[in-house]
T-cell receptor
Framework: KQEVTQIPAALSVPEGENLVLNCSFTDSAIYNLQWFRQDPGKGLTSLLLIQSSQREQTSGRLNASLDKSSGRSTLYIAASQPGDSATYLCAVTGNQFYFGTGTSLTVIP | GAVVSQHPSWVICKSGTSVKIECRSLDFQATTMFWYRQFPKQSLMLMATSNEGSKATYEQGVEKDKFLINHASLTLSTLTVTSAHPEDSSFYIC????????????FGQGTRLTVV
């Protein structure tokens, strides 16, 4: 069964800092990998989708990479802002979605 | 495009009553919908997968008679929590896929259920 792990579980950084969130998965037979943002008590907002044939995707200050062979993905956030504070979830898609445990990010003004 | 609307966003009900949560794809036809449950500070746990016009497939440990899922049309799936108990209090989220060849899913905003 696919297992998805995210490290770190929580992260607190000062505003303006660049940061990296990590996601690892055990089964490389995936269709794609998605990064989501979840604010407290809210649903999921899709940030980036990387198809299995792609290596990375970029959107604004966000860059996500995918290395299927090693079962890893990273989400890079440049010039972090307090508004980036949220929980970030990665999910890999096989026959269903498998979610990671999430990284709770706090950006301190 | 690709908007999924979930209703209600929050609900409080008494123990023993049933609660229905709706998940609608507003601008696309969803052949497959998924229902998740999320406990505080935990990730999403898949409860069941539903395909339009057929019975839902439940994950191990999820009681199908307690969590009734109906996917009657290509734009609507419902989750009914029957005879709710306080331990059913949780955050429920649905997601939808446009087609079997489309692997991206779109998520509703979630429903906070509190059973008192």
């Amino acid at each position: 069964k696919q297992e998805v792990t995210q490290i770190p579980a929580a992260l607190s950084v000062p505003e303006g800092e660049n940061l990296v969130l990590n996601c690892s998965f055990t089964d490389s037979a995936i269709y794609n990998l998605q990064w989501f943002r979840q604010d407290p008590g809210k649903g999921l907002t899709s940030l980036l989708l990387i198809q299995s044939s792609q290596r990375e995707q970029t959107s604004g200050r966000l860059n996500a990479s995918l290395d299927k062979s090693s079962g890893r993905s990273t989400l890079y956030i440049a010039a972090s802002q307090p508004g980036d504070s949220a929980t970030y979830l990665c999910a890999v898609t096989g026959n269903q979605f498998y979610f990671g445990t999430g990284t709770s990010l706090t950006v301190i003004p | 495009g690709a908007v999924v609307s979930q209703h209600p966003s929050w609900v409080i009900c008494k123990s023993g009553t049933s609660v229905k949560i709706e998940c609608r794809s507003l601008d696309f036809q969803a052949t497959t919908m998924f229902w998740y449950r999320q406990f505080p500070k935990q990730s999403l746990m898949l409860m069941a997968t539903s395909n339009e016009g057929s019975k839902a497939t439940y994950e191990q440990g999820v009681e199908k008679d307690k969590f009734l899922i109906n996917h009657a049309s290509l734009t609507l799936s419902t989750l009914t929590v029957t005879s709710a108990h306080p331990e059913d209090s949780s955050f429920y989220i649905c997601s939808a896929r446009r087609g079997s060849g489309d692997t991206e899913a779109f998520f509703g905003q979630g429903t906070r259920l509190t059973v008192v």
